[in-house]
């Protein structure tokens, strides 16, 4: 079993990767600023591609966030819902989540 230590360092270095996306999607959306019709109208559909990545980076950011505060009052790795133990397995595959298996469904 990890130590709440240990998903915290793992969380916060998810935290800096999404930090260093969301960055990297911000200087991609405004690096285009192309003149010529057609390639606006491509990079219009890229920046819509670009927009959902930061909107899914942002939320799991969230999440991440709220699992940091559950860390500091002793409430992580308990369903917010039920607040049985979430599953070793379920923490390792999805560290941030707030919910157990069955509250999860």
């Not at 360092?9 to 991609?28: K, N």
């Not at 670009?50 to 559950?70: H, K, N, P, Y």
């Amino acid at each position: 079993m990890k130590s709440d230590a240990k998903r915290k360092s793992e969380l916060r270095a998810r935290e800096a990767d999404l930090l260093q996306r969301i960055a990297g999607i911000g200087a991609e959306l405004e690096s285009h600023m192309s003149k010529d019709w057609e390639d606006m109208a491509t990079e219009r559909e890229t920046d819509e591609v670009l927009e959902d990545l930061g909107q899914s980076a942002q939320a799991e950011l969230r999440m991440i966030e709220a699992a940091l505060q559950r860390i500091t009052e002793d409430e992580y790795g308990f369903c917010v819902k039920c607040g049985e133990r979430i599953s070793e397995g379920r923490l390792d595959l999805l560290p941030a989540t707030p919910f157990c298996q069955n509250c999860a469904n």
